[in-house]
């Protein structure tokens, strides 16, 4: 009842929380910028250090607590409440009622052991998940986001984390807004709220005083949120809320549900259902054929428990924890930074790889190689209007930027910016890809530059300058500045268009309606030279299975000449306006044999990537741009590097601290490695148990006494997941590597028919050499009969599972990792001291006379070398092992 009562009493603190919050926010939007600083006491040039200080001890980190599961109490959770654990946990307590309360002489033994293997795989488990923790949050110190903030009356970028309430911060496309803010000032600001309201559009934000009342909170054209992005324009704002006080932070608690689970968690999910299902029907099986037989009810029902505990794989979520743990620290050493360590394996599942162009197959490092007029012809009046553009808008500087302003500084025009001053601009976006300042000179004469790409130029320009004259756009003229346009791009130049007038209007404040009228002047040509290493990467991968596939904005030109040089396939090729008039169909038919797609915009590359997928295919895309957050968040597994925008590094699984598509070939090998690793143990319980189950019940039926007892089983168990605890750390063989890997369950259903009727056979003939070579054939002999399976069973699942690990001739063609080695030889060892000496009779054996080795040599060989032979069978039969 205290339960239900406590989640209705946060439920409505949860209610008040966000009751609370909205008031806040919405008292803010409808006050006078003058009243709004007087409130946060703040001012126009932003907090001092001492005033940071003091908020920042008063309000704490900017981070959201409510609501996160990455906490150290969480994954002990985790690590103890498994349907694994549950189970052993009520064996305990059956056992304890059965062996210590309702036993005239109290036996502990069994309640210990089986909550020693609960508290080891827990254990186990957490300190695995503690590790990988470590790992992650060690690297994520290295990517923390940044916000641009006046602080002591200067501009600087500090961790997100830092922001207090009262803080002024500059926004510009690609940035996250680091908290609760009201805009001051806005330049064609479009936010994407699609987080807390699910609205995909974006929305225009203003930094005029909200009027309307009635207004719901979202719908605040002055109020952004915690969890947006800015999509284009730019902004400055005051933050009100940071973190828990946040409207997201009010939410966070509601909205923390469980992420979608991947293919590969939905397969171990499936399998450990199919094994705990198989135990709940042999349970009652056994129970009912040894009571019904034996007529001992109570020691048929504790033979019957001790089976479960045997059935029960334990060590499956030790295994899971432990392999992917130690793939996200392989990882982190390379400094790939894992968010989420299921992503590891669908990095190894990927066989398609989307990637843009710029940065991951070039150098990123652009590269000005010529300023012409529309003839082609060197002139320096183009680089000025670019220089001039490129300096005084107050967006997101690019590396094209950056490049026209070195050259342009180089030569000298850094003296120009003393007669201009910029009136007004109107930022990129990439519906129009292109860019506009407003400038003035000393006479108060009006000149509005705009560049961008060269079809978007050419449809808002009405005239050319071609040898000092404007002229109109006609036929002719636009033919002379296509034909320069295209030669050069042919040439694998990146163009862009420059265009200017100088009839600007007397407004003070510009839109993307004053575009028009343009006068074409020339272009500017870049090159971004291929990596080096992008082609042997690119056939490293495609060596592995994966199929690199760029999408880039870039035009057609610059596209085909990168990606011939690295070994993209440029044989086809689709554009942008080719993909639009596609219709599903046909974008799905397209994808299955083009590997270059240019001129795309941000909504066609996702809906590349979702043909992808919907062709069967596990996509990997790899973007750091504004442009690239769509696709990233559609693909299987999102790819983004430490200098990305805030979104993209925000939605990607992966972050790459090195741009380079040789870490990737690492990362591919290693979440094939942890699939291998997992799908051997996996293969190995499910093969096993159903082995068991068959001999049990065999055993069950014409034995006189049981084949084991309770506490015999469950030592036995005991040291067969012992010898497995170097499974995470055993090496995979290349050939298993070499390609995509994706969850089948009906390949482990086909394995288990094979494998487990093997070992039942083997227990069978283990059975008969006790029964008429040992003479351990009576009710008193008993305990030497189960010495002998209580040996044979350890040893044979011990020295089997380096039969089942490779699909080669084990110790001879592929060796085990040491650990694994160690583990298994150790608990083979213990499992022959037991047997062989009087510690057998702790445990309610006798020691086995000297006649068994060469008979247990015999059945073990025998064993193995039928595994080995079956093995054989079923990759002719099914084409793989693993």
Known sequence: MNFFINKKKLRNQIQKNKQDTEGKLRSYAFLTTKDLFSSLSSAQLGLTSDEVENRQAEFGKNVISIGNKNTVLHRLREAIINPFNVILLIVTVVTYFTDVVASSKP??????????????????AFIQSQRSNAAVEELFQMISNKSDVWRDGKLSGIPMDEVVPGDIVRLSAGDMLPADVRFLTTKDTFIAQAALTGESNPVEKFSRVQEEQNTALTDLHNIGFMGSNIISGSATAIVLAIGNDTYFGSMAESLSGDRAKTSFERGVNSVSKLLIRMMLVMVPIVLLINGLSKGDWLSALLFAISIAVGLTPEMLPVIMTSTLAKGAVSMSKRKVIVRTLGGIQTFGEMDVLCTDKTGTLTEDKIVLEKYMDLHGQDDQRILRHAYLNSLFQTGLKNLIDLAIINRAEKYGLGKLLDGYSCEDEIPFDFSRRRMSVVLSDKSGKRQLITKGAVEEIISISSFVEIEGRILPMDEETRHIAISTYEKHNADGLRMIAVAQKNEVSDIEVFGVADEKDMVLIGFVGFLDPPKESAKAAITALREYGVRTVVLTGDSEGVAVKVCSKVGVDTSQLLMGNDIEQMDDAALLEAVKTCDLFAKLSPSQKERVVKAFQTAG??????????????????????????????????????????????????????GRRTFGNIIKYIKMAASGNLGNMISVIAASIFLPFLPMLPVQILIQNLLCDFSQMGMPFDSVDEEYIEKPRKWETKSIISFMAFLGPISSIFDLFCFAVMWWIIKANTVELSPLFQSGWFVFGVVSQVLVIHMIRTAKIPFLQSKASTPLFLSTFIMALIALVIGFTNLATGIDMMHLPL????????????YLLCVQLVKKVYIRRYGDWM
Request: without cysteine; charged residues 20%; negative net charge.
């Open 851 to 862: 006649l068994f080795i060469p008979w247990l040599i015999v059945v073990l060989a025998g």
């Open 617 to 670: 295919h596990t996509v990997g895309y790899m973007g750091d741009g504004i442009n690239d957050a769509p696709p990233l968040r559609q693909a299987d597994v999102g790819i983004s590097v430490d200098s990305a925008v805030d979104i993209a590094k925000e939605t990607a699984d992966i972050i790459l601290l090195e741009k380079d598509l040789m870490v990737l070939e690492q990362g591919v090998i290693e």
């Open 107 to 124: 036996d502990y033994l069994t309640v210990i052991i089986v909550l020693s293997m609960v508290l080891l795989s827990s254990f186990v």
